[in-house]
């Protein structure tokens, strides 16, 4: 993934500091909202791909970061093809330093019209299923990535919610969930997601609210979110800059989550890694000041 150089990185992210632009005055701003339930978690895409398990716990505590949802394919290795002895000592490693495992973020995808490909999925969710028990996190991230051409979309909504129920029923018996990411060309539309989950009515299964700019409809994602909002389990947050851009409304998203009583993780995922971990380290530091800033007013 590109990345900024060192430099013209920490004189951006200097700027925004000094521009105040996630600190809004706070003079005819509403007063902070009660303590928040939700807290601030990361997915290892992208800016901690390339590292270790203990490079990621000592940056997340560092920083403030509360919990991780650790990506199949990156450095920490938290794969399925772990023994017994190493998934128990992935376990405690996380526990000694505080930090939540909050699950696997696997790439299980269910939309193929290739039922080979889709089988091959759902065993492989499971096997992501039976890590995140032994690892002691909560849930299993999967996805759906696209609507097959020449396929009717409402076929391929129906499958994908109908090969969600067997992946739920496995997460029931391992006492785990599974998060379908909102994701993907055309299976991103907030009303295409809720057909398929309406397909599937497991109550393992759940969303992860992937802040796509789909969600948004004349500035607000109030509507995507009234749909979709009894399945929502996990978020994914990514450019929380985009509030003040007026690109994405996070200060609103935040609002909802609070409105609703939910009491999880919204976590940074952003779509480019950072020069180095130094560099990292610092960006994600500016990054909580702003997510505490727009999480708590609004």
């Given at each position: 993934m590109p990345s900024l150089p060192r430099r013209?990185?920490?004189q951006s992210t200097a700027a925004l500091a000094a521009t105040g632009l996630w600190a809004h005055e706070t003079?005819?701003?509403p007063p902070p909202a009660a303590p928040l339930?939700?807290?601030?978690?990361m997915v290892t895409y992208n800016v901690a791909a390339a590292w270790d398990v203990p490079t990621i716990l000592k940056v997340c505590k560092s920083v403030g970061i509360a919990a991780v949802e650790l990506r199949t394919t990156h450095k920490h290795g938290v794969e399925p093809s772990l023994s017994k002895d190493q998934r128990a000592e992935v376990k405690k490693q996380f526990a000694d330093a505080g930090i939540v495992i909050w699950g696997s973020g696997s790439v299980c995808e269910f939309h193929s019209p290739d039922p080979a490909v889709v089988r091959k999925y759902i065993e492989t969710c499971k096997e992501f299923v039976q890590l995140?028990?032994?690892?002691g996190g909560k849930g299993v991230k999967v996805?759906?990535?696209g609507l097959p051409k020449d396929v009717p979309v409402e076929k391929t909504l129906e499958q994908i919610g109908k090969s969600l129920i067997e992946c739920g029923k496995a997460a029931a018996d391992a006492k785990v969930e599974i998060w379908v990411e909102v994701h993907g060309a055309g299976t991103s539309l907030p009303g295409h997601t809720k057909t398929y989950m309406t397909h599937c009515g497991h109550p393992s299964v759940g969303l992860t609210w992937n802040s796509n700019a789909t969600d948004v409809k004349d500035g607000s994602v109030a509507e995507a979110f009234k749909m979709l909002k009894p399945w929502i389990k996990s978020c994914h947050i990514n450019d929380l800059w985009k509030d003040q851009?007026?690109?994405y409304p996070y200060r609103e998203l935040f609002r909802l989550l609070r409105e609703t009583g939910y009491d999880r993780y919204t976590l940074i995922e952003l779509g480019k890694g950072m020069p180095d971990v130094a560099s990292s380290e610092e960006f994600l530091k500016y990054y909580k000041?702003?997510?505490?800033e727009l999480a708590s007013r609004g």
């Open positions: 013209r990185f920490l003079r005819g701003q339930k939700f807290k601030l978690g995140v028990a032994d690892i996805r759906p990535n851009a007026g690109q000041a702003l997510w505490t």
